[in-house]
């Protein structure tokens, strides 16, 4: 049943279940607190036209107005049972999990937070954004991206609030408790503890990193714990518009700076207020690195038995990219540093399901990088923008104790300080980006750094008013 009106908008009978709804409708005012206090800092009482959530039906989920941010309708929907029988692992063909099987408790609940504690920290990430926004089409695109990372908290402690008990109601006020970047108490997950203040910053997170939950996200969907796979299942559709503003976003960028070339080829684009290209591709390296970090260790025993178990499977398990849903016959070869040479070694597949999940985020990548070397093409600029090496600036894993540069060359660490500036964003990229970021508000105006988007949002022109101002009301 879909209960829109209620305190906590949803489709799963909250109203029949007095003591969670009495659970959640406690924890709703300390959500709104830290919304007040770590959301979009300067907006609250602006009118922004946001869609919300109002079914899951495909298509029809989605309804558009204007609403003050604290006034959003953050619910819990669930997508329709899709399956009955688990599809991958030890367990397949076995009816699928309602309720949470007792040796699998902690193993669940540590998925379930791990996920949950990414939707706020990059609502914290994201906090001051507001202030510099390009358009106002792109000020709205990133308080419908904050909003919904708020809504995925939601669907994450209806998870831990229903199935975990006084364990689950705990985790669900730490996850209000930790900060992003904060010393004492930070964020779990590393590049969610990396500041961004800048837009640039922000399109690379939306197109790299949510592109990481967008993998996550996935292989919870194929879960044999069916509440997990149907939230996800939802959570994905919201984080399809999440990952178009990243992609676009450096499109528009890339659009914008050709357009700049193209005028005058002798000149530098800074002198035109444009970013060059080669500090786009330094941007594009520090994210996409800091976001393979998130795939975790290339062979795992968790991600092993969270395969075997049904707990996480595989990139579209049941979307026909995999043949064999037991996967205990493959092997999975990958690369090693092994002294100061590279070597390789070999795991059963198993063990190397991060890396699949990982292979499948990498050709996504690829698909957009495409892209966007077509919009340098198609200008005559000859410039190709490349995804660094898997070895390169690696916080986790096997490559993280050696110094690479982005084709993969093992680098001494003198060589690597003398050349970092050349790779990651320096101290004087940031400085100049940062010079760039003034906010234009004006419907139908935008900084001179990006261009407009093809399309506004829901059919609307980019001259709509997307935000209005309180105080011009
Ligand atoms: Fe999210
Ligand atoms: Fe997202």
Known sequence: MLELDAKIPNNVDLSTDRKLQRALESWQPSFIDWWQDMGPEGFQQDNIYLRTAISVEPGGWANFDYVKMPDYRWGIFLAPPSRDTIGFGDNMGKAVWDAVPGDMRKELRRIIVTQADTEPASVEQQRLLGKTAPSLYDLRNLFQVNVE???????????LHSYFGRDGREEAEELLERRSGHADSPRILGAFNEPITNWLDFFCFTMFTDRDGKYQLAALAESA??????TTQFMLTEEAHHLFVGETGIGRIIDRTTDLMQQDKNEDVRNLGGLPLDMVQRFINKWYSLSLDLFGGEDSSNAAAYFALGLKGRYKEQGGRYEDHVAL???????????????????????????????AYVEDCERALRKWNSICKKKGIAFEFTLPSERFHRGQGVFSATHFDPSGNMLGNDVWQAKRDDYLPSEHDVAYVESLMVAEY?????????????????????DFPYVRFANQE
């Open 329 to 359: 016959e493959q092997h999975y070869t990958y690369d090693v540093v092994e002294g100061e040479k590279m070597a390789q070694r070999e795991i059963p597949m198993r063990r190397a399901m991060n890396l699949v999940l990982r292979d």
């Open 442 to 462: 004006e419907p139908g105006k935008i900084a001179g750094w990006i261009a407009e988007p093809k399309a506004g949002i829901n059919r609307q022109a980019f």
């Open 149 to 159: 990372e708020g809504r995925h908290l939601w669907a994450m402690v209806y998870l």
């Open 225 to 230: 714990f069916d509440p997990l796979a149907r």
